[in-house]
């Protein structure tokens, strides 16, 4: 079967560093998504790898390993606002996505 | 970027009552749109695939004549629970896929429909 595996939660300090990982298993790989979603919103998209290595955009970075099955997603200087959900989530050989159950960051002053 | 709008955004109905749900890519054509549901606390649960023009594609345990999708332009896909039902409660999110994403197949969400059946 298909497998996203993430952490259910994690807790970190402002301006903190945070790394959130994600393992998968799915039926094909066509890339990796990151999104974030805050309580009662809907998800925004973060970032994507679909190629091994590092993805810089701003605070956030993205490295993916195929062989591995397995990413994670890099918060630096963390601020308050960055509390939120954090949704890995791969897509297939269907170009169908398979979600994780989420990350919920918890950032502490 | 691109945008994606769902109305109502929230909406209280009562039980046994259909309610019809919107979603609109505002400033791109979109071939594919998805239905999600996302009870408190719990990931996204795909319930749908649809493509414009044919007909939707449900997950397993989703029920077709239930949950009524309509994509019937590149812009435009509706969601209708009909006979609604409390456990019906939930967040409701569409996504759409544009024509022109690349290779990306990026999936632009809209801000999801939080609908409450008493």
């Known amino acids: 079967g298909q497998n996203i595996d993430q952490p259910t939660e994690m807790t970190a300090t402002e301006g903190a560093i945070v790394q959130i990982n994600c393992t998968y298993q799915?039926?094909?790989?066509?890339?990796l998504f990151w999104y974030q979603q805050h309580a009662g919103e809907a998800p925004t998209f973060l970032s994507y790898?679909?190629l091994d290595g590092l993805e810089e955009k701003g605070r956030f970075s993205s490295f993916l390993s195929r062989s591995k099955g397995y990413s994670y997603l890099l918060l630096k200087e963390l601020q308050m606002k960055d509390s939120a959900s954090y949704l890995c989530?791969?897509?297939?050989?269907?170009?169908?996505?398979?979600w994780g159950a989420g990350t919920k960051l918890i950032i502490k002053p | 970027g691109a945008v994606v709008s769902q109305h109502p955004s929230w909406v209280i109905c009562k039980s046994g009552t259909s309610v019809k749900i919107e979603c609109r890519s505002l400033?791109?054509?979109?071939?594919?749109m998805f239905w999600y549901r996302q009870f408190p606390k719990q990931s996204l649960m795909l319930m749908a695939t649809?493509?414009?023009?044919?007909?939707?594609?449900?997950e397993q345990g989703v029920e077709k004549d239930k949950f009524l999708i309509n994509h019937a332009s590149l812009t435009l896909s509706t969601l209708t629970v009909t006979s609604a039902h409390p456990e019906d409660s939930s967040f409701y999110i569409c996504?759409?896929?544009?024509?022109?994403?690349?290779?990306?197949?990026?999936?632009?969400f809209g801000p999801g429909t939080r609908l409450t059946v008493t």
């Open positions: 996504s759409a896929r544009s024509q022109t994403s690349g290779e990306s197949y990026e999936q632009y």
């Open positions: 400033d791109f054509q979109a071939t594919t």
């Open positions: 649809s493509n414009e023009g044919s007909k939707a594609t449900y």
């Open positions: 799915t039926s094909g790989f066509n890339g």
């Open positions: 790898n679909v």
């Open positions: 989530a791969v897509m297939d050989s269907n170009y169908q996505l398979i």
